[in-house]
């Protein structure tokens, strides 16, 4: 076997690993351990005594976000949790809409607005909110989504373990149109790969959208972050506290509302992977057992993928005087046609299944290469770009 048929079938070795063989060995590891590490939390059901439960800040960095903003404070509102140790603050990032206005007009003392004049970006805004926050508990969500009544019990009733530094929900996508589930194969994916790893634990990071830490935990996070919730997390393993997943803190979110906003979000995703690397290599360390092995196996390996794919491709070509490699060679661009006719179908809204699988992963790839770049070239910032919402997306056109 010469230089190149080792890049070719290394190369697709990664991804396979990456994509199938990670996922059954995790299944393999977790089939010797039932439970996630802690077992000590507070029975949500039947619980009424106020004085049970510690004081929690709901906060919400919002940017321009004058359309969700009163939906959401009236979702926050209703949570169940003893309204004397509840406050829900919203952190504004810039005075460009009438999000701040919107928030001081409603009426409910546990609601309070910590307005910013200048944009700077929401890792620049949580450093600044989340030490204002009287609660012991922090609960991190965004403006476009609405949590489960519960969700706040969920997350928090694992506190009573000493051990557990910070708790991650769970995020359901549903359609703008009818408010249906609508959770993607990928997604589904991702929330396989969350509980298994956190059997382990060694939960990679959390969800924005839904996610509770301890206060005197967090530490200010650089201000150019791109994506903070997953450095949030990982430092707790970083300072080796468990981060625990709760399938019953549900929290639900719209999904984008077009193929290119979600390609941008992942490209972002992407540079800020790269970008945490940095901060982030003590976990790399093998000696840290499972956390740099699912470190490994889920991001770093996954996030190098697109490199694979494209040494595997180039290695495929130089291959093709070979009949046999000539073969695979057909094999490997009738899967990249296949995802590309996926694509097309998918942007006109007709939905193939056998399609659309090739189309998600390489339309995933494609936005991680994207995202590198970024990181590499300093295009990407730490201040967000909003994802418009199908009801904007409808307004203007």
């Not at 839904?210 to 972050?225: F, G, H």
């Not at 740099?292 to 291959?319: D, I, M, Y």
Request: hydrophobic residues 45%.
């Amino acid at each position: 076997m010469n230089i190149v048929e080792v890049v070719f079938w290394g190369s697709l070795a990664v991804v396979a690993y990456t994509y199938v063989g990670y996922p059954i060995l995790l299944v393999l590891l977790t089939m010797f351990r039932r439970t996630q590490p802690s077992g000590r939390q507070v029975k949500i059901e039947g619980e009424q005594a106020g004085h049970d439960w510690p004081r929690v800040s709901l906060v919400i960095a919002a940017y321009r976000e004058e359309n969700v903003i009163l939906e959401r404070l009236k979702n926050a509102v209703l949570l169940d949790y003893p309204p004397d140790r509840f406050e829900i603050i919203i952190g504004c990032d810039g005075n460009e809409d009438l999000t701040g206005e919107l928030v001081q007009s409603f009426g409910d003392s546990r609601v309070r607005l910590i307005q910013y004049p200048k944009r700077r970006g929401k890792a620049s805004v949580l450093n600044d909110a989340i030490p204002e926050a009287s609660g012991e508990i922090i609960v991190l969500s965004d403006a476009n989504t609405m949590m489960d009544h519960k969700a706040i019990k969920s997350l928090v009733r694992h506190f009573v373990d000493p051990t557990v530094g910070g708790v991650c929900g769970k995020l359901i996508l549903t359609d703008p149109a009818t408010g249906q589930n609508v959770d993607s194969m990928y997604w589904r994916y991702e929330n396989f790969l969350k509980r298994h790893e956190a059997t382990l634990g060694a939960l990679l990071g959390t969800n924005g959208a839904i996610y509770a830490i301890r206060k005197n935990l967090y530490r200010p996070i650089p201000t150019n972050t791109i994506i903070d919730d997953f450095l949030i997390g990982m430092r707790l393993h970083v300072d080796r506290y468990q981060l625990l997943f709760d399938g019953q803190a549900v929290a639900f979110e719209e999904t984008p509302a077009s193929i290119d906003q979600e390609f941008n979000r992942r490209a972002r995703i992407g540079a800020g992977g790269f970008q945490s690397l940095l901060w982030l290599k003590s976990l790399l360390d093998p000696r840290r057992g499972t956390i740099s092995l699912a470190f490994w196996s889920h991001k770093v390996l996954r996030w190098l993928c697109p490199a694979f794919l494209v040494a595997a491709l180039v290695a495929n070509v130089s291959l093709a005087a070979d009949p046999y490699y000539l073969r695979l060679l057909v094999v490997h661009e009738a899967f990249y046609l296949a995802a590309t006719l996926g694509l097309w179908l998918w942007r006109k809204g007709r939905f193939s299944l056998p399609l659309r699988v090739p189309a998600m992963f390489v339309s995933m790839n494609a936005a991680l290469l994207v995202g590198f770049w970024r990181w590499a070239s300093g295009i990407q910032g730490g201040t967000w770009k909003r994802t418009e919402r199908v009801q904007e997306t409808e307004s203007v056109s």
